[in-house]
């Protein structure tokens, strides 16, 4: 069912469920720094096709990751370091957009659920990998490719650019902006690639812009929960999370 048909026939039940769940996931990136595309899409996947899920994802999560991109006075620095990733990032996204379509079909909620899975399941064993220095430029496309594919797959963009992120072993703030710089280009080229297989329309665009709010809020939710509790504890929880969640949709697809 597209989009617009959900809204035409629960016109206040479904953007009051997307509300909570942009709600929740700003909540959940105020307090980790990431997690709003991996929370939203995961939940609104259950409701709806992954591709209208990731088309309600585009504006909370560029305004969010655009912010999240400061200190501007060393995005520079970041951004030399950084761009053989993004540009595979591009280049990924936009070839599965044309490869495999808009994320649509019983296999994409399958799709889905095998990268919340061995996301949480990585990050739940504590390992940590390390790249050297010298191999960030032959790492750094091959690694943005991969995600510019799941990406264009699943609507979700953390693996593998996550734990490639932490393995270039960056201080807590270089690490937040690089993942600010990755996760604002993934939604850019998901955009076009969403753009591209037509998966997007008029209700969807209109309901992204709306879900702005409730994400913001959510962040600002996060950010003071997070003075109060341990990120480490909240993060296992988010993590054991997503891990049922993705078991849950390949059960259920």
């Known amino acids: ?35 709003l595309p991996t929370v939203a899409v995961g939940l609104l996947a259950l409701w709806m096709t992954p591709a209208e899920a990731a088309a309600l994802l585009i504006v909370p999560s560029l305004v969010t990751n655009v912010w999240q991109m400061q200190p501007w006075g060393r995005l520079g620095a970041m951004l030399r370091r950084l761009w053989p990733m993004q540009l595979g990032v591009v280049a990924g996204t936009l070839a599965g957009a044309w490869w495999f379509g808009a994320p649509a079909g019983a296999w994409a909620p399958v799709a889905l659920g095998l990268a919340l899975i061995a996301y949480a399941g990585w990050s739940l064993t504590g390992k940590r990998l390390t790249v050297a220095p010298t191999a960030e430029r032959a790492l750094g496309p091959l690694v943005g490719t991969a995600t510019g594919l799941v990406t264009s797959a699943t609507g979700v963009f953390v693996v593998p650019a996550v734990p490639y992120l932490q393995a270039l072993r960056c201080t807590s703030d270089g690490l937040i902006q690089a993942m600010g710089i990755s996760f604002t280009v993934s939604t850019l080229a998901l955009a076009a690639g ?58 259920l697809a």
């Not at 942009?22 to 980790?32: D, E, R, T, W, Y």
């Open 194 to 251: 969403l753009q591209m297989g037509g998966a997007t329309s008029g209700a969807a665009w209109a309901l992204s812009l709306w879900m702005l709010l409730p994400a913001l809020t959510g962040m600002a939710l996060g950010a003071a929960l997070r003075k109060r509790l341990s990120p480490a504890a909240f993060r296992q929880c988010f993590m054991v999370g997503l891990l049922l969640l993705g078991a849950y949709m390949v059960v």
């Open 1 to 35: 069912m597209a989009l617009s048909d959900s809204l035409a026939q629960a016109p206040l039940l479904l953007p009051a469920l997307v509300t909570v769940v942009f709600l929740l996931a700003g909540l959940v990136k105020g307090v980790v720094g990431m997690g």
